[in-house]
């Protein structure tokens, strides 16, 4: 795989990494700021939001073995499965909760997935 992908890969790994650690262990503290929610609510979403971080959890988990699985074919299958995943759920959160998740999760996807076609 070309470095230029895995750069790319890994960037999108490490953002999926701290969601799920926003999302999960420091939803309470650090991720309710992130995420603009009103302290009222902070108790009544932490568990849909700890499960939310376990998705993004699961595609951290494709995107590192996409970097290193030894066969590299299907490092490559995981690679192309975690960021198309994540490719569309930035552009489901974009259209329902907010626009700026387009260029957090989507963008950095698509050009990875651009590096691993063109690369």
């Not at 070309?2 to 790994?13: D, G, K, P």
């Not at 569309?88 to 959160?93: D, E, F, I, M, N």
Request: proline fraction near 3%; charge should be positive; include cysteine.
């Amino acid at each position: 795989m070309h470095l230029i992908a895995q750069i790319l890969i890994a960037l999108v790994c490490l953002i999926h990494i701290y969601i799920f650690l926003l999302e999960t262990v420091l939803f309470k503290s650090r991720g309710a700021k992130v995420f603009g929610i009103p302290k009222a609510e902070i108790a009544s979403r932490a568990v849909a939001m700890s499960n939310q971080g376990c998705y993004n959890g699961f595609l951290a988990a494709a995107l590192l073995l996409g970097l290193v699985y030894p066969d590299p074919a299907i490092a490559k299958a995981f690679a192309y499965f975690g960021l198309a995943c994540v490719a569309v759920a930035g552009v489901w959160g974009a259209v329902t909760v907010m626009v700026r998740i387009l260029y957090i999760q989507t963008v950095p996807a698509m050009l990875g997935l651009a590096a691993l076609a063109l690369l």
